[in-house]
């Protein structure tokens, strides 16, 4: 008899551990470790995943009282090691068993059951995923000698329609009329054959010439340094991290893709984590192009049907190149030779719902238990990173640091200049563009160049602000401040997504609603009075492309504008945060800033590092071709060393300030930061919980040195939905085991049913 172990899918914390079972004769070759199996618990039916499978029975446990697994609802979508990395998610981001498990799980897979009648077998219910077939019908031999009646026209054209070969039934469908009742008669007949083939969706190619990039005749000396770090730390398969710390243009992707070409040949896989994004088929073409059908591509804006298709040509061992987001690093791909993640400097590796885990961190620990090299690639790295790589060891893995100083081919980095805007401002230019960045502007389209100019949205641009006091009007059930629409004249908030009139904000006039004054006045300015602007600047003779949140929600609208943008003559991309990473087009010469600064305004110890990184990265898309790029910044802080190290292409002015400035605040990657933050309706139940827990946590880290715990306090986004917010904040030392501490402490205090909870370890957004 053989035994499972298994995680009962139940949201409950009390219900943590592992539960046994019996596997039956019948279900011995199914009810293996990743299986979803239906089990009983406490009389009633439950859905839960095997994580381990033995036979030994469970000790302490009668024979006859261990129940057997009912029945096999899906199989494995994991291995042991999968298992173990899950564990370690549990502990280390201090949530459940389940929630570490789901993304393991196939995309589409939900945890309810369903059965057609009593007694009838149990099925997963699943969103619209699972395998689908297509029908195809094609000629029979037979078909020669066929000739339709005079009057059958339609007969004739589908046997036209199938000359060519087999077509899919529902593409027929749209070339002849009643197709399918035609195909059933000529099926009678014997003249054409329908077949049932496994469809694979999502495995679209582009028409992006540049995603087709031909492999360099030559590498870099720092490509050559990087690829043999990598190689060294593969082949040493213990988990070594390698930083590739190359400048924008320096040819990252191009090791990554030698680097994978080497793991294949030595039998193994490739995980290749890419931030969303950047998941163009510009990047997705460069893999496909070199590796072909060995590539699976998993990120969100596909169906879940075609994310389906894609995770199962995985687990088939079809497929042993995956590129995705955060959440490929869960594909069912058992023997990678490395894990790549790149740009991993991106706040957005960091999920924020349960399991709120960083992908960083996943990714060396899958690492270390695959036996497998991790490679960083960024030309920001995170401060986080940096510092691992000072110390050379990190939680029993090495890391080490390769720079990649040049762009090949003698191409140089771009020149950065700096706009102040208040003294343009003072000289009477009003304008959203400076003088030299509009001189710039009409220079591109004199020569017929290409040009990206970026919005810093993610700041408090495009509010509404009265020019008397100052305010700025904030959503009445978010304490959010309101966005400002030109095109609708409406206010809007982006937290909970209602909107007004303007003139029905906040009474029927446009005044104040603090002072009264009538001077409220749009503070900013958006991606549509810049589109607007620039069109005034530059009347005919370029073409103006706008990428911003409210062009790119149609699915595929993103990938347009950017063909729109390669197969343009002239052209200028207008665009927020979306347009700084991954672009590769050779003949953008100009990258204008409009608002460097506006993210330095964040309450958030990450700010100045994150305009850092934005600002280097977008003056990365400039001059990658043969003719050499211009950046402009315009800024209202030109004295910032985060403007100032990317001004000067030199990382050190931003760092050392920046570093000391963390070390004394007592900020990572000195120290381990976690939120814990709680939501209800009822402000004093949540209150009452995050003081108890507070007061839990206090108990528990009491002097320990390096531990600290801050507030209760309200969050900056006091109020979402109508729910109040409370946070308390826990800082460790580095290497801590923060996860422990919280998921002790959100046991020993019993939360009210009306309040939610979320213990955010290692948060990035601290809002
Ligand atoms: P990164 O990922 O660092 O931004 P890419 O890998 O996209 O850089 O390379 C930038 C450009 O340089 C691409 O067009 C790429 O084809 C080209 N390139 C990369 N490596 C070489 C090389 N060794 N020789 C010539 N061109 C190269
Ligand atoms: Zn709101
Ligand atoms: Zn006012």
Redesign the pocket.
Known sequence: MRYASVVLDIPTRALEGTYDYAIPPELEESAQVGATVLVTFSHRAAVGYVVRVGSEPPAGVPEEKILPVRQVLAPPCFDEGAAQVAAWMAHEYACTLPDAIHPFRAPGQTVKVTREAEGAPWRLVCEKAGPVDARWVQLTPEAADFEPRKNAARQRELVQALSGGPVRMAELSALVPGASSVVKALEKRGVVAVSRQREVRGSETTTLSSAV??R?????QG?QRALAAIDAARQEGAGGVVLVD?V????????YLDAIERALAAGRGAIVLVPEISLTAQTVGRFRSRFGDAVAVLHSRLSVGERFDQWDLVRQGRAKVVVGARSALFAPLFNPGLIII?EEHEGSYKQDQAPRYHAREVAAKLAQVRGCALVL?S?TPSLESLARCRAGMWAGASWTRVC?PE???GAVLPQVQVVDMASQFRGGNHSVFSAPLADALRQVVDRREKAVLMLNRRGFANFLMCRDCGCVPECPHCSTSLTYHERTHTLECHTCGRSWPMRAYPDPSTRCPNCGSRYMAAYGVGTQRVEDELRMLVPEGAEVIRMDADTTKAKGAHQKLLEQFDAAECAILVGTQMIAKGL?F?EVTLVGVVNADTTLKLPDFRSAERTYDLLEQVS?RAG?GERPGRVIVQTYWAGHPAIQAVVNHDRQLFLEPELEERRDAGYPPYTRLANVIAWGRDPREVGGYVEAFAKELRRRVGTQPGWEVLGPADCIKAKVKDRVRRHVMLKAPAQADVGGVLGACSAAVEKPQGVSLAMDVDAYDLM
């Open positions: 990039a031909a360099p005749q030559r590498l870099t490509q190359g924008t243009g320096s040819g990252k992707t191009e090791v790149d690639g030309a990649m762009r090949p081919g590769d050779p990365g990658r």
